[in-house]
């Protein structure tokens, strides 16, 4: 088990670069499954989730190499379609191959994922929405067990925009028989970089960034290159931790345009930032304004980000109130926040943050990856050290961040 230890209270300084997004590069990688042969994709973070999925493609015959930021992934020899449950339930993201395994083999037997420290987290749209385009789907001992001889397009309505159901059936869509129209879609950058994918690889999808996707089947895919877009959560993680130690920090190679909820929101809370053409700076306030969030999906605030913005309202000035209407549990963060001296209620599903003049370090536990970047972000604001263990989530979806915050200025060691 390792732990981070960060003595805080170091105003953060300097340029860091983002990485590739973690939740475009693993549909992508369950999408080269669709075309049997050779892809390569370029800017892929160096992620536990990243190799978790990898795992996932190897149980199925696929070949895969890393050369530092490309993955190589042959899939022509995939021939066994199940994902066993005990990679399932180590990431949510592994049922993400439910849709290609179907409209590549006919068939598909993936594990249910179990729950999840952000709250409940059915995949029921997933299953309706595959079951729209043909399949047949039965429950057997934890297993979803899913076939189809044919897909054919169909019309989808989902009841709430999930990100993974709208991946899910565009990945089983751009092989079925006629055309498939998406309606109430997520609008998730990453949904855009997935359709890019598929439509590198001759897919013929229209209308993604928007509710309303159209997918118009064709007969095969052949395996395509691509450059994973950067991390839209990773940009804004640096910019809220610099925000949070009253620092001056340059994030290069993001995409401005994909946080523009969270740019505005900072903006509100005090903090100075100059957008320019894939860079970002920002200059943290002495003390942040409070600030009200309410994550949405996408173009909203970003749900990943609401425990790190509660991070950051720990310290402001008055009292912010936050709320989550895509995970209304995500507040896991809040009891750890609290052993750091932070004056927070959840009152029916609001976090009610009161400043207080400065954090302590603690010895702290990671939740999950996000409540875990929340506890990071805290850390480094507070006075004293703060011990963070069960690293490991922190590992999921942030490569490297003890060297990159060092890079930046913070007192940050990795312990075993
Ligand atoms: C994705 O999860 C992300 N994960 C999450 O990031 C992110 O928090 C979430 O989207 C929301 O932006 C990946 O992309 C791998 P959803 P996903 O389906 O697809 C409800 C991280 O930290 N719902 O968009 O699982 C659900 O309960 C992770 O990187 C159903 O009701 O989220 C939620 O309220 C954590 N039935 C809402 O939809 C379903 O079948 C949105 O969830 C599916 C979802």
Redesign the pocket.
Known sequence: MERLIIKGGRPLSGTVRVGGM??AA?PMMAATILAPGVHILNNIPDLRDITTMSHLLRIFGAKIYRHGHALTLDTSTCDFPEAPYELVSTM??SFFVLGPLLARFGRAKVALPGGCA?G???????LKGLRALGAEMDMEGGYVVAEARKLRGASVNFE??????TENVLMAAVLAEGTTVVENA?K?P?ISALAEFLRSMGAKISGDGTDRIEVEGVTSLSPAEVEVPPDR?ETATFLIAAAATGGEVTVEGCLPEHITSVIGKLREAGAELQVRDGTIRVQGPPRPGPTDVVAT?YPGY???LQPLHTALMTIAEGTSLISDR??PERFTHVPELRRMGADISVEDRVAVVRGVRALDGAPVMAPD??AGAALVVAGLAAKGETVISRVYHIDR?YERIEEKLRSLGAEVRRES
Do not use: M
């Open positions: 973690k939740n693993l949510r993201a952000i409940p987290r059915p995949v029921d749209l997933h709430v925009p999930s990100v993974g159901a997520a998730e990453e959560i999906p970003p749900t990943d895509v995970f990856i996000r979806g």
